[in-house]
Each structure stands twice: as structure tokens, then as C-alpha cells.
């Protein structure tokens, strides 16, 4: 089902979106957001390929076809290494990839890989060779179950450098792509709270509902609002001349990241058991949301905005 939602996406258009700092950025995340409303999953894999389509220009890697759907694949783990080896376009990656979402439905992915020097170099792969394998799925959530994250297996496979070794990190893109998934969680927020909002027009909807409705309409609105200021700063400094890309990055995802939390929380508190048991497309949101923004690592990251916003003070 996900692979026919997404299928028709790439076919429509619907994923052909401005390029982040490129004038039209807070656009692009209206998109996003719109996306994962309808489906959090597709929209999370919706978001990835859009991600790769911007890192590939932004590098100068390879153009994407129409008919393909890629996949971003950067998670790092002790237990399994990927290793590239050669260089240009004669390079091949060898090991195990953590956390490749789309591992049966993509048909390229960009990659990150350690290669000779020890460093993390960014690689593009065709999926559809035998030496790429996807493993079998240790997934035990229903939550974002339909992403088919899985790890992969890859043997002699065939890639292509894409930029420098440590380029993918240093670069400014890094940042927007990392706003880029908040605005899949604003939109996964929505779709969440959209039967408290429902409610509230109700002649029965008593104050404690309305309340609850109060307190997700603001934090939403709250993070709309940063986004699209965000936006504004990223085209104003695409090239992230002043330095500030990493900490309006980590605002607007603590912005956004409340808001998830305040619309999942504040929504069952209101609705009550209902919706979470016998509406199977609202529990189904509030599970893959629920996995999906735990993308966010938490008090870590607050650590690292409170460094950054009090190094600027």
C-alpha cells in the first residue's frame, strides 16, 4: 500500500519540490507537512527521497530519474561497518547498513560508508544488484512497521563517490534536511489532532476538551510559525555564511518535537480510549508518529541547543 502511495506520488509530481534554500524553503516544508498528514509513513519516505534529490544537487551527484525513489541511508552503528573502497565511479561498498528505511521499496540509496582514511564518505547506489540484500526485518512495532526499515547487506556492490569524504556532515544542507523532517512531524501532528478539532464543534464538547484543543492549536500554530521563519533565514543565508544553521535547525525541531508531543498526549487525554481502539487510521497515525519522532535524540539534543543558544548570548 505504501509503495502504490508513493508510486503515484513520483508519477504526479507531487515530489518535485523547491530545493531547500533556494528561495521557495518554506514551501517545500508546507509540502512535506501536507504529505505526512495524509500518510506518516510515505511521508516519512516521501521526505528521504526528497532529501536525496536536494544532497545529490547540492554535491553534484548524479540526477535522479523520474521513476525512482531514493532512499537516505546515514545511521552508523559498532556492530556493523560499511566500508567503500576505490574511488569515482569505481567504487564498491562492503558490510552492513543499520536502519535503512525503504530497503525493499527504493531503488537507489545515498549511502554513507567509512572509507581507507577512517573518515564517513557519501556514496550512490542502484539497489537492483545482487550484491545489495536487504536482511530479514527485526521490526516489533506496528508503529512506522510499513517504512520496512530494515538493515542490508552489501557485497562487492557497485556505487558512486558523491562530493568529498566528510562533505554530507559539513556541508549546510545537513541542517535544512534536518528541519526538513520536522515539518513531516508538524504534518503527522495535525492529522493526529484532527479528531480533537473535529470534536470541539460538538455541542457536548465540554471545557476540558476545548482546553486540550486550546493548548495543540497553539503549540501547532506555534510551530508553523517557527518554521516558516526558519525558512525565511535559510534563503536569506543558504551558504550558511553567519553560522546559525545548526541552531535554528535544533530550534525548530524542539519547537516541533513539543508539538508532537503536545497533540499525541492532549488528544487521547481528551478523546479518551475511542479513537486509540476502534479508529484503525488514527491509531495507526499516532503509532508511526510516535516511533517517527523519536528520529529526535531528546534531552541531547536540548543539550546541544542550550550550548549553542548560550554560546550566542
Known amino acids: 500500500m505504501i509503495g502504490g502511495l508513493i508510486g503515484r506520488w513520483l508519477k504526479s509530481g507531487a515530489l518535485d519540490l523547491p530545493l531547500p534554500g533556494a528561495g521557495d524553503t518554506a514551501q517545500r516544508w508546507q509540502r512535506l507537512a501536507e504529505l505526512t498528514a495524509m500518510d506518516v509513513v510515505a511521508g516519512r519516505l516521501a521526505e528521504a527521497h526528497t532529501d536525496a534529490v536536494a544532497i545529490l544537487a547540492e554535491l553534484g551527484g548524479p540526477d535522479p530519474r523520474p521513476d525512482q525513489l531514493w532512499g537516505v541511508w546515514a545511521a552508523e552503528s559498532r556492530d556493523a561497518v560499511l566500508n567503500a573502497r576505490g574511488d569515482g565511479e569505481a567504487v564498491t561498498l562492503d558490510g552492513t547498513k543499520v536502519w535503512c528505511s525503504g530497503a525493499g521499496l527504493c531503488t537507489h540509496a545515498l549511502v554513507t560508508a567509512r572509507v581507507d582514511s ?25 508503529g512506522m512497521a510499513e517504512s520496512d526499515t530494515r538493515s542490508v547487506q552489501f557485497s562487492d556492490a557497485p556505487a558512486v563517490a558523491v562530493g568529498e569524504p566528510g562533505d554530507y556532515l559539513n556541508r549546510p544542507g545537513f541542517w535544512h534536511g534536518a528541519i526538513g523532517v520536522s515539518a513531516c512531524w508538524l504534518g503527522g501532528a495535525r492529522a493526529v489532532a484532527a479528531p480533537l478539532y473535529k470534536r470541539a464543534g460538538d455541542e457536548s464538547a465540554d471545557p476540558h ?12 500554530t506555534a510551530a508553523e510559525a517557527t518554521l516558516v521563519s526558519v525558512a525565511g533565514e535559510i534563503d536569506a543565508d543558504p551558504l550558511n555564511r553567519k553560522g546559525t544553521a545548526e541552531l535554528i535547525a535544533r530550534r525548530a525541531r524542539a519547537v516541533v518535537e513539543t508539538a508532537v508531543e503536545e497533540a499525541i498526549r492532549r488528544t487521547a487525554r481528551a478523546l479518551g480510549p475511542a479513537p486509540l481502539s476502534q479508529d484503525a487510521q488514527h491509531a495507526q497515525r499516532v503509532a508511526d508518529l510516535t516511533i517517527y519522532v523519536r528520529q529526535s535524540h531528546a534531552e541531547g539534543d536540548l543539550e546541544q541547543l542550550g550550548r549553542l543558544a548560550g554560546a550566542r548570548r
Open 118 to 142: 577512517g573518515d564517513r564518505g557519501l556514496f550512490a547506489v542502484e539497489l537492483q544488484h545482487d550484491g545489495v540484500q536487504p536482511l530479514p526485518s527485526t521490526w516489533r512495532n506496528v
Open 209 to 220: 476538551l476545548l482546553a486540550h484543543l486550546g493548548a495543540v492549536d497553539a503549540a501547532l
